[in-house]
């Protein structure tokens, strides 16, 4: 059912929550992404069930404005870039009742207001997890899920929603806009909860 959703900040040093000014629509509470890069711009993307599709709301100056939501259908991943720029990838269409996935990649266009479309992954996938380096010059992406690949890699395992979670490993370089397969998540049977860039070098990446 539709929720009204709230968003708010915790402040350590007042030790509370402070809450955003409300939002128009209600949501799904399965269907709400959120996503920031330094506190100061905070990126909102939810089901709307008036609407009846994915909305996308940005939290700057004090006030949220809309902007275009990403043409995937839905179950996209978001991310911010170091850069600010923000970036949606994989998720699903929906054309007649039947669910495809998707291997795509869009990065949004503030200045034309509109996503951009940047070179496909070279897996399917929708709900993946994203994570950049700290020169925001790769994007890694692991993870998600793809029922039409279930049969066709050993990588993914079925799982009990009829679902195919996948454990595939890729990157991005964001300056020649080039997809490299790397090797798997060598555990399955568990779903992931996280993809971390870090450590001293910044060049080490970190699956939960």
């Known amino acids: 059912s539709a929720l009204a959703m709230l968003v708010a900040e915790y402040h350590f040093e007042m030790r509370g929550w402070e809450p955003f000014p409300a939002l128009k629509y209600r949501c799904l509470a399965n269907r709400v992404k959120l996503c920031t890069l330094d506190g100061n711009e905070i990126y909102l993307f939810y089901w709307c069930t008036r609407v009846g599709r994915y909305l996308a709301q940005r939290f700057k100056n004090g006030a949220w404005d809309e902007f275009p939501a990403p043409r995937m259908d839905s179950h996209y991943t978001v991310t911010v870039a170091p850069d600010g720029k923000v970036y949606a990838v994989g998720g699903e269409s929906h054309n007649e009742g039947r669910i495809r996935y998707l291997n795509a990649i869009q990065r949004f266009n503030d ?63 964001i300056e020649s806009g080039r997809w490299k397969q790397l090797p798997p998540l060598p555990r399955q049977g568990t779903y992931l909860l996280g993809l971390f860039t870090g450590g001293r070098d910044g060049r080490r990446v970190y699956a939960v």
């Open 111 to 173: 200045k034309e207001t509109k996503w951009d479309d940047l070179p496909p992954m070279k897996t399917k996938r929708a709900n993946p997890s994203l994570s950049f380096t700290k020169d925001g010059k790769r994007l890694f992406v692991l993870g998600g899920f793809n029922w039409d690949n279930y049969r066709a890699s050993h990588t993914d395992r079925y799982d009990e929603r009829g679902q195919s979670e996948l454990c595939g490993f890729e990157r991005f370089e």
